[in-house]
Every structure is written in C-alpha cells, then in structure tokens.
C-alpha cells in the first residue's frame, strides 16, 4: 500500500478560490514533498518541508505539516485554471544506501474559468 | 522544465515482446529513479541507479531490469510484456551524496501500452 494518501480525491473550485489538499502518511519521515503532474505528464516538484518545520509558503503555496498526526495539507490560494494538474504527496524511505520516494494516490484539481 | 529527457514519448507493445525505455538525466545529477504510473494512481517505485549499478527495488519482477551509464543516461528494460504493464514509465534524475534533499527532477515520461 502507498505512504501518503490524499484527501479529496478530485476537488472541483472556481478561478479565485481556495483549493486544499490534505495527504496522511503512515512512517515517520525527514520530509514531505508535493508534487504537481498535469494530464498524463511528468511530475514539477513544488514544494518541500521538513519534518522539523510546521509550515512553509512558496508564492501561493502553503503547506503545512503535522508530525504528530501523519498529515500535511497543500493550499492554493486564488486559483488560476492553469493550476488544474493532479497533485501527489511523497515521502522518502531510506533504504540502505538508496532512498525511494512513495506518493499517495492524489488529488485531481480542476479550477473552473 | 527540469532538464531531464524521456524517449520515446508514446510506445506501443503486444504481449510478450521486450521494450526498451531511456532517460536522460539532468546534469550534475549521479542517480536515476525509475517510476511506473498507472492510469488514475500515484508513480510506483521500481528500482533506483547509483554509480551504475542498482541501488534500491520496488516490488516489481526480475523481467524489469534497467542499466545507467557514465554519463548517468539510463535504461528501463521490460521482458515478456504483460497486458498491466501499460502505464506511464517516468524517469527522476537526483543528486545522491551530502547534504541531500531528496528531491527528484522528473521527465515527461513514456506512455506504453500493451496489447
């Protein structure tokens, strides 16, 4: 089974809304990473944070993070249609000398014009 | 765009044959991931490159092997296609040593499909 598992599944806004992603995870991590995939492509890393941070912005990207309850949650504020894209969680598993990162399932994002 | 190139981008297959996917890494990077998407789901691990040599499986059969070389470009091989192999194969390119981050740089992928 996957690490991190996102919450909605789809989520569908209008242009200007708010848009939050919620991604749970089993293990304990060093850090927790969001990517962005858009329709059948491949994955923009958008933002990483830390297990040691609670939360970290990046234009308009907010993300938050819970070590205590396994979760992180991704907001887009004032969204554009162009932020329409699938959006992963991943953690990092250590293993021996390599690492692998584990996405949950995502979440589909569609912002409306 | 993160530097990191896929090739072929679409690819069709029949059962039982072998396929050959390559990736380019981005430069100053000396480790490549290899990833299998299914349609609808997250990126699965299947094996990481280091040094030309693996460094890491995911649970995924021996008929997927896959080759880095010097120049870090690398390889997927897949033997005796399997209908549920169709999927998009994505190729991650990262810098392994001090001090890293774990971030991982991905290609735009290669759609295969298997018929």
């Known amino acids: 089974s996957q690490q991190g598992e996102e919450d909605p599944q789809a989520l569908s806004i209008q242009e200007g809304e708010n848009a939050t992603m919620n991604c749970s995870y089993k293990t304990s991590i060093n850090n927790l990473q969001w990517y962005r995939q858009n329709s059948g492509r491949g994955l923009v890393h958008l933002i990483l944070?830390?297990?040691?941070?609670r939360e970290k912005h990046s234009g308009r990207l907010r993300v938050t993070l819970d070590t205590s309850k396994k979760s992180s949650s991704l907001l887009i504020t004032a969204s554009r249609a162009a932020d329409t894209a699938s959006y992963f969680c991943?953690?990092?598993?250590?293993?021996?000398?390599?690492?692998?990162?584990?996405f949950g399932s995502g979440t589909r994002l569609l912002v409306r014009p | 765009e993160t530097g990191v190139t896929q090739s072929p981008t679409h690819l069709i297959k029949t059962r039982g044959q072998q396929v050959t996917l390559r990736c380019s890494s981005q430069?100053?990077?000396?480790?490549v991931s290899w990833y299998q998407q299914a349609l609808g789901q997250g990126p699965q691990f299947i094996f990481q490159?280091?040094?030309?040599?693996?460094?890491g499986r995911g649970n995924f059969p021996p008929r997927f092997s896959g080759l880095q070389f010097p120049n870090y470009s690398s390889e997927l091989n897949v033997n005796a296609l399997e209908l549920d192999d169709s999927a998009l194969y994505l190729c991650?390119?990262?810098?392994?040593?001090?001090?890293?981050?774990?971030?991982?740089?991905f290609g735009p992928g290669t759609r295969l499909t298997v018929t």
């Open positions: 991943a953690t990092v598993l250590r293993m021996d000398s390599s690492y692998k990162l584990i």
């Open positions: 430069s100053g990077h000396n480790t």
């Open positions: 944070i830390r297990s040691n941070e």
């Open positions: 490159y280091y040094r030309e040599e693996e460094n």
């Open positions: 991650a390119s990262s810098l392994y040593g001090a001090r890293v981050r774990y971030e991982q740089y």
